[in-house]
C-alpha cells in the first residue's frame, strides 16, 4: 500500500462502512462484533484491505470483473480524458467512444452487428427479453413471447432478470415473478442423476440434455416460445461446462422451432474463457443476442451491452411511419462517456498484451494444478472449467456426490483469505448447494500467482477437512 491513509482515517472509514452501508450480498449481523473487510487498493493481480494485508484476487474484483486486473494507467486516462471532452450525452445520440468501441467489439464478433449500451448484466439482459417480446407482438400477434432459462443459470438482479432465474436461494422471497419465464433443466454431467440420464455420458448425455430443452418446449407449444437465453458456462451455479454434443444440439432445436438463441456473456465474455474473445465461440454457436457485463470494461466503468444480430436489428426498422415500431427503451447511464472509452482501452490491452493466449495457458494451469490437488483431497469431486474460470465442486462423499456443508465451503474460503488468497463459492443455486470453489483471476495471471493460489487452496483443504 501506498501509506495516503493514516490510521485514523482508516478508522473512519471503516466506522463510516458499518454506520451508513449496505453491503450486497451480505448478512449484517457479524458485522456487529467485527469489521467488513474493507479493500482500500489494488494493483495488477494483488489488493490490500484496511489492515495493510496483502491477497492475491484469484476472483477479479470478488464477482469474475476486473479482467485487466488492477492499476491501470492507460484506462484511467482514457476515462479522464473523455470526461474532460464530453461526460455525457444521451444515447439517443451517438458518441466518438460509442462508435469506436461498437465498431471494435463488433469486429471481434463475427455475424453479430449492433451494440445497445447500457450499463449493468442485468439491464443488458432485460434489454433483450424486451426485444424478444416486441419482436413476438411485431411478428407473431404477441403470441411468440415465452422465454426459456435454465436451471442453475442466474442472469441478474431485477424482477424480469430473476424471472429468468435458475437460482431458487437468490428468488426466494422475491415473488411473484413476472409471467412467461420457463425453466429448462441444467446440463451438469457431474450431476447427470438429478435429471435422469445417468445412464448416458459424453457426447450422448450432451444430446439428451438438450432434448430435455426440446421436451419443455413441445409441452409449451412452440408457438409461444419465443427465445432460449442460457449461459454458455454457468458461473455463479457452480461453473458448469456444457458437455460434448449440447450445444449443436440446442442450436438444431432453436432454428426447428424458430427460437431466438439469447447467450449470456456477462462473466464468460472479454476473453475470461480464453483464446476467444467470448465463450460461445467455443462452441460454433450463432446466437441472436449476446449480453456483456463484467469484463467489458474490466470494472474501470460501468458499461453493459446488449448486442444483436442485423436480423433482428432489421425487426425494428421496417415500418417507420409506425410510431410503435422502433425499440422504445432508453438506460440514462448508457450514453455515460466513461464507459465505452474504459472499454476500448481494456480491449486494447487484451490484444497488445495477448491476454486470451495467456488466459487459456493460465487456466491450463489452473485446472491441472486442482485436479492434481483430487488425489490428496478426496474432498474434491469435480474440478471443471474453460480459461481461467475454473470450479471445484466439494463433496463428502465421492459416491454419492453430497456436497460439504455450507459452512464448511465458508471456512475454506475464509482460510484461503488468511493465506492472502481470495477465492469464491457458487451461488446457492439449489439450496445447500454452494459446493463450488469458484476462480476467476485476472487473465494477466502468472504461473506463480497460479501456483500460489491452488497452494492457499490445499493448505485451506487440508486444514478444513
Ligand atoms: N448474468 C450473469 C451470468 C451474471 O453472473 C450476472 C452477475 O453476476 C448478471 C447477469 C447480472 O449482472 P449485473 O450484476 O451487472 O446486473
Redesign the pocket.
Known sequence: MDGTFTQNDIRHIVEADKAHVWHHLTQHKPFETSDPRIILEGKGMRVWDQNGKEYIDAVSGG?WTVNVGYGRENIAKAVYDQLMKLCYFAQSAGSIPGSLFAEKLISKMPGMSRVYITN????A?EKAFKMVRQIAHKKYGGKKYKILYRDR?????TLA?MSAGGQDERNAQYGPFAPGFVRVPHCMEYRKEELGLGHLSGRDFGIAAANLIEEVILREGPETVGALCL?PVT??GGVITPPDGYWERVQEICRKYDILLHI?E??CGIGRTGTHWFGYQHYGIKPDFVTM??GVASGYAAI?CCVTTEEVFEMFKDNAEDPLDHFRDISTFGGCAAGPAAALENMRIIEDENLLENCTAMGERLMGNLRALMDKHAVIGDVRGLGLFCGAELVADRETKEPVSESQVAQVVAECGAQGVIIGASNRSVPGRNNTLCFSPALIATADDIDAITQAVDAALTRVF
Do not use: P, T
Not at 153 to 157: A, K, M
Open positions: 464477482v449493468s448484466g442485468s439491464e439482459n443459470d442466474y442472469h441478474g438482479s432478470a449461459e458461473a455463479g449470456d456477462v462473466v457485463a463484467k453493459a
